[in-house]
C-alpha cells in the first residue's frame, strides 16, 4: 500500500505571494492532519480534516487554511507569505481520527 | 505552553549499548503516547506507541515506559544501532474528543560505531 504523498517536495515563494500544497493519505484513510516543522519548534499542528470537514485547528493565523476533497485527498494554502513561514510542512493521514497517523515526506517551503 | 517537552536536545551513545529517551508531559488527559523516528528530509515514521492504561509496551529493540504519576514517558532501544541516528519525536494525544497530537521539540540521537 502506497504511503502518504505529498507535493511539491521543494518550493520557493517571495513574500507576500501564496502557496498551496497537497497531501494524498493512504488509501482508506479518512483523517489528515498538517503540521509545520521548524527548527528547534518541533511539529506544530495546523489542522485536521475528517470527512472533508475541519475538526481541529492549531493557533496559526487566518492566512493559514486547508480543505479536504471528497476522496480524502487535502490541500492547504497560505496567503500573504511571510519570511517566517519558511519550514517543512508535513501531512498525515490516519484510518480514522483516533488512529496512529502516518506522515509523509514533507513540503519544504523557502520564503525569501 | 509546551505540553510536551523534551529536555534533551541530543544524546550520543555507542552501538551495542542502550539510548534511553525521555519525555516529559503536564496534561493529565492524554490518553495515548506515540514515538516517531525522523531522517532529514524524510517525514516521520511511527516506531511505537503506549495506552494510558499500561505501563509498558515492547517491539523488538524498542520499548517504551509510562510512568503516570512523573507525567514521563521513556523510549529505549537495545542494542543501539548506528541506523538508530536520527530525530526522535515523542507525542502524546489529547482525549477531549478533540484527537489532537501534541509533539515534542526532538531528540537527536547519534549512535557511535
Known amino acids: 500500500k502506497a504511503g502518504v504523498t505529498q507535493t511539491p517536495r521543494y518550493l520557493i515563494k517571495t513574500r507576500g505571494q501564496q502557496v498551496t500544497l497537497s497531501c494524498s493519505p493512504i488509501?482508506?484513510?479518512?483523517?489528515v492532519s498538517w503540521y509545520q516543522q521548524t527548527p528547534g519548534q518541533g511539529l506544530q499542528f495546523l489542522f485536521e480534516?475528517?470527512?472533508?470537514?475541519?475538526?481541529n485547528k492549531g493557533n496559526f493565523p487566518g492566512r493559514f487554511s486547508g480543505r479536504q476533497f471528497s476522496n480524502s485527498r487535502s490541500e492547504m494554502n497560505v496567503s500573504t507569505l511571510e519570511l517566517g513561514d519558511s519550514a517543512l510542512y508535513l501531512c498525515?493521514?490516519?484510518?480514522?481520527?483516533?488512529?496512529?497517523?502516518?506522515f509523509g515526506p514533507g513540503t519544504r517551503l523557502l520564503v525569501l | 505552553d509546551q505540553q510536551v517537552k523534551q529536555n534533551s536536545p541530543s544524546l550520543s551513545v555507542q552501538e551495542g549499548r542502550i539510548s534511553i529517551l525521555n519525555c516529559d508531559y503536564t496534561?493529565?488527559?492524554?490518553?495515548?503516547f506515540l514515538w516517531y523516528k525522523k531522517y532529514p528530509a524524510e517525514g516521520p515514521t511511527f516506531l511505537i506507541s503506549i495506552s494510558s492504561i499500561k505501563d509498558k509496551n515492547e517491539d523488538g529493540r524498542f520499548t517504551v515506559f509510562l510512568n503516570k504519576s512523573a507525567k514521563h514517558l521513556s523510549l529505549h532501544i537495545v542494542p543501539s544501532q548506528p541506523g538508530d541516528s536520527a530525530v526522535y519525536f515523542c507525542a502524546a494525544r489529547v482525549d477531549s474528543g478533540t484527537y489532537k497530537y501534541i509533539f515534542g521539540t526532538g531528540t537527536r540521537l547519534k549512535v557511535l560505531a
Open positions: 498525515a493521514s490516519s484510518l480514522n481520527r483516533a488512529e496512529t497517523q502516518y
Open positions: 488509501s482508506g484513510h479518512r483523517s
Open positions: 496534561n493529565s488527559m492524554f490518553d495515548y
Open positions: 480534516y475528517f470527512s472533508e470537514t475541519q475538526r
